[in-house]
């Protein structure tokens, strides 16, 4: 009999991951490598959105549409699309704003037109533990240079 590594638990959760993946994949129509980076610019895109929201939100002292926590004057007004050059080729992202103009983002900064590959890598390493590495070698085996380990280290590290 051979043993996992893996308990029952685990390796039913892996099977799981790997079909929520597959039907993603189909619902996303993707069908070659290029539809592949298309996916991994949406990604990147998505969690740089979110992460300059939650500086906003940090900024501000509260959260969107959470007008009763508000603390001072100062208030959200909207978002200025801006345009990154990644790995992946060019991603639109959309950037929050404020009122008073006093908002200066520290993820993706003021003037900056590219994304380091170190924020990449970070960004994909967290989604990397939701693909199969079959997926992500790929990948990279075709547009980057091979996955190390740092790839999964947190994104905070």
């Known amino acids: ?13 892996e099977k799981e991951t790997k079909e929520n993946l597959r039907n993603i994949m189909k ?16 990604m990147v895109g998505e ?9 906003l939100d940090d900024e501000l002292g509260y959260t969107k549409y959470d007008y009763r926590n508000k603390l001072g004057e ?8 801006k345009t990154l050059k990644t790995s992946f080729g060019e ?20 003037n ?5 590959g170190d924020i990449e890598e970070k960004i994909l390493s967290m989604h990397a ?6 997926f992500i070698n790929l990948f990279f085996i075709n ?8 790839m999964f280290q947190p994104i905070f590290s």
């Open 1 to 13: 009999m051979p043993k996992y590594k893996l308990s029952p638990e685990e390796r039913a959760a």
């Open 27 to 42: 619902e996303l129509d993707v069908k070659s490598f290029d539809d592949l980076k298309d996916v991994f610019k949406l």
């Open 47 to 55: 969690m740089l959105e979110n992460g300059l929201e939650g500086e």
């Open 74 to 81: 100062n208030s959200r007004n909207g978002y200025s699309k």
């Open 91 to 110: 991603t639109e992202i959309k950037v929050p704003r404020d009122r008073d103009g006093e908002f200066e983002p520290q993820l993706v900064k003021k």
């Open 112 to 116: 900056q037109t590219t994304l380091t």
């Open 129 to 134: 533990m939701m693909l199969p590495s079959f």
């Open 143 to 150: 547009n980057q240079p091979p996955i190390t380990n740092s």
